[in-house]
């Protein structure tokens, strides 16, 4: 079911009216109901979130042990963090798409508060700055927002990270890793992002955190990762709202 089939397709009417004729919530809740994003049912008013049903949440499968361990193995990030565990037309893809696709930008703040609140359950370090895995200046227009910039948002808006969208840039228009594999994904990303200009110097002992949506290979958070080190920056943590299995 697709998420205009599903009813979702009223969610653009739903911000135009709450941005622009400050209708109350109620009335407008009950003109466009709030639908699921993955299941398409009208969300309950006891729901802890606007997006997805709470028990839709609840089943949403946690990176296992074993998948944890497999993520710092692909990573050359000092720390990592991913939440969910993501395979193929699973709920959690749904709502990955939903994000990147359909323009529930504000459900990916939601995804990246969930990781702040478990930043501050596990005590990781804060780092200086939050920086999200940046999308190509075209892509970026196609698109209209990066799903990780809403990431990081959600995540400042836990921790207070300071958030830094420009330090790392996407310099070279890549392929979509979607339907790549491993080596091919280390290949498309290679040399495809840059310093800004001039700032090279502020990132010596500074610590980062690169937010993503989901991390498959690592290679593009390596490729970042690469490019951090080599001006001596500091600690570097990744964080992602999934893992892919």
């Known amino acids: ?36 994003i993955v299941s398409g049912e009208k969300i309950p008013d006891c729901n802890t979130n606007p997006f997805v049903c709470d028990s839709v949440m609840e089943s949403l499968p946690v990176l296992s042990q074993s998948r944890k361990a497999e993520l710092a193995s692909k990573l050359s990030a000092d720390l990592c963090l991913s939440l969910y565990e993501l395979s193929a037309d699973c709920s959690m893809s749904r709502i990955i798409h939903a994000v990147k696709y359909s323009g529930f930008r ?18 990781i370090d804060l ?3 939050l920086i999200p895995v940046p999308l190509h200046p075209g892509r970026l227009r196609e698109r209209g927002y990066n799903q990780s910039m809403q990431i990081c948002k959600g995540i400042s808006k836990v921790t207070g990270s300071k958030i830094d969208g420009k330090l790392v840039a996407r310099s070279r228009y890549t392929e979509t890793q979607t339907k790549l594999g491993r080596e091919e994904r280390a290949e498309n ?18 610590s980062i955190m690169i937010a993503d949506d989901v991390i498959t290979t690592g ?22 709202a999934a893992m892919a299995i």
């Open 219 to 240: 290679a593009t958070i390596n490729e970042i990762a690469k490019l951090l080190r080599e001006k001596d920056c500091g600690k570097i943590t990744a964080v992602s």
């Open 106 to 123: 504000d459900a990916g703040t939601f995804l990246g508060k969930l990781i702040g609140i478990e930043i501050i359950k596990r005590k």
């Open 189 to 206: 990303v290679l040399n495809a992002f840059s310093i800004q200009p001039g700032r090279a110097k502020e990132i010596t002992g500074m």
């Open 1 to 36: 079911m697709s998420l205009r089939e599903s009813g979702t397709g009223n969610w653009w009417r739903t911000d135009l009216l709450r941005k622009n004729f400050r209708i109350h919530t109620d009335l407008l809740d009950f003109i466009f109901p709030r639908v699921c």
């Open 127 to 129: 780092p200086d700055v």
